[in-house]
């Protein structure tokens, strides 16, 4: 069994191996500025969209650059559909909201509904001996477990998969379970606090504090590999992020970058390697829910 500090080691090349996959282009945190895909987008999508077939990802960019289109032609061969999430800032995790929600809805998981449970569990705890008051949190904890909850069925308050998207879209029901993600997030930084610390000040130059206080924590703060390593690892679920961008081989041959995100020790537990359930679509500046064929 690999000791903390091998642990780390891995994990740390994991997340900085983010960096090399965006390939030489810089990719901006959020703002856009590359493609058109986001124009009017917060006036046009839901919070969390239909599932479209992934041929509607191909329309967007039938004058846009080659290498967009023929990328797309290779995750048509991997991945049936896509649904969008608004980008409003809050796109990756409302897309972890929902995708992690619809996966335990249809497999019915209730070991994974008792072992995320756990974790959560862990999480409080975790907020609450670095100072945070229950006050400030508790509500948005609640109700992300009533969620998880009523997706298990054979009870009153169980809810089909329509219910499921009509929640995701309420802002009242959507934005707080956002907000428990983000209180999860920035715990789990701050425990954690030596590890993230280098990354942290490589991507903003602050402090571990003021990252998760500017950047974290407020709703409509985009998130980077630093929050999704974070959220990955204090909930125990692995997470695939697929990179959609204009960045080619010397070779000629064009490839879909893709990098895993798997909890830390998962593979150790596990008997065979962890696959991810969870697939988001990354362009700049923001994340889409994938559904592999």
Request: proline share 4%.
């Amino acid at each position: 069994m690999q000791n903390q500090d091998d642990v780390m080691k891995v994990e740390a090349e994991s997340v900085a191996s983010i960096s090399e996959l965006k390939g030489e282009e810089e990719w901006p945190n959020c703002s856009g500025e590359e493609l058109s895909f986001q124009e009017d987008q917060t006036a046009k999508v839901p919070y969390v969209g239909d599932k479209e077939p992934l041929s509607s990802l191909a329309a967007e960019y039938q004058s846009g650059s080659p290498i967009l289109l023929e990328k797309i032609k290779i995750l048509g061969s991997q991945y049936a559909a896509i649904r969008r999430t608004r980008g409003d800032g809050n796109c990756f995790f409302r897309s972890f909201m929902f995708s992690y929600l619809e996966h335990v809805l249809e497999t019915q998981d209730r070991a994974e509904v008792d072992r995320i449970k756990l974790n959560v569990e862990e999480c409080r705890k975790t907020l609450q001996s670095l100072g945070y008051t229950d006050f400030t949190f508790e509500d948005f904890f609640a109700l992300f477990l009533e969620q998880l909850d009523s997706i298990l069925q054979g009870s009153e308050e169980s809810i089909n998969h329509d219910e499921l998207v009509n929640r995701s879209r309420d802002q009242s029901v959507s934005d707080y379970i956002v907000m428990f993600f983000r209180f999860v997030t920035a715990g789990e930084i701050r425990k954690r606090a030596e590890f993230f610390e280098p990354f942290i000040v490589g991507l903003s130059n602050t402090t571990v504090d003021q990252f998760c206080k500017s950047s974290v924590e407020p709703m409509g703060e985009e998130s980077d590999h630093i929050h999704i390593t974070a959220l990955s690892d204090a909930l125990g679920v692995p997470i695939r992020v697929v990179y959609l961008d204009r960045s080619s081989c010397d070779s000629g041959s064009l490839t879909v970058n893709h990098h895993d995100f798997i909890p830390l020790g998962a593979n150790e537990k596990a008997e065979t390697t962890v696959t991810p359930f969870i697939t988001f679509l990354y362009r700049p500046g923001h994340y889409d829910i994938l559904y592999p064929k």
